[in-house]
């Protein structure tokens, strides 16, 4: 996939293991961010990316980040489409009780590319049945 650098202290993603589905990104700051309880900030990452048709990317938190700092990316997952070309930004949100302070070129979220449907929507008065029907949240648990 294509990537290119639009700052020179830009890091490419890196995947932490043979198997990891998740590429880190990292930060591209000239100094330390601190990210105050409650607080969101958009961290630069100083790439951008050519993201085939057909796939998307999506933004995770990094699961170390997220149980040692308490941030994680404020919309939870970002969605990153083919025809995007600009910088690659994440906001991270501070949801622990302490300032938490996130430095140059620290491993921010985590980007996973994947392929998606495109569907088209069509309006009906009925849908099929099935045995679920319309239960939700939690109906599947109990009798």
Do not use: H, W
């Amino acid at each position: 996939m294509k990537i290119k650098k639009l700052n020179e202290n830009a890091v490419i993603p890196t995947y932490g293991t043979e198997y990891s589905a998740g590429a880190d990104l990292y930060a591209c700051t000239e100094e330390d961010i601190t990210i105050n309880s409650g607080e969101t900030k958009l961290i630069k990452t100083g790439i951008a990316m050519e993201i085939p048709v057909g796939y998307a990317g999506f933004i995770y938190a990094r699961s170390g980040l997220a149980s040692k700092k308490g941030l994680a990316p404020a919309n939870k997952v970002g969605v990153i489409d083919a025809d995007y070309r600009g910088e690659v930004m994440v906001a991270l949100y501070n949801q622990s009780n302490e300032p938490q302070v996130i430095a140059a070129k620290e491993r921010i979220a985590q980007l996973v590319i994947a392929p998606f449907l495109k569907v088209e929507f069509e309006e009906v008065d009925e849908l099929t049945e099935t045995v679920r029907g319309a239960g939700g949240f939690g109906s599947t648990g109990t009798k």
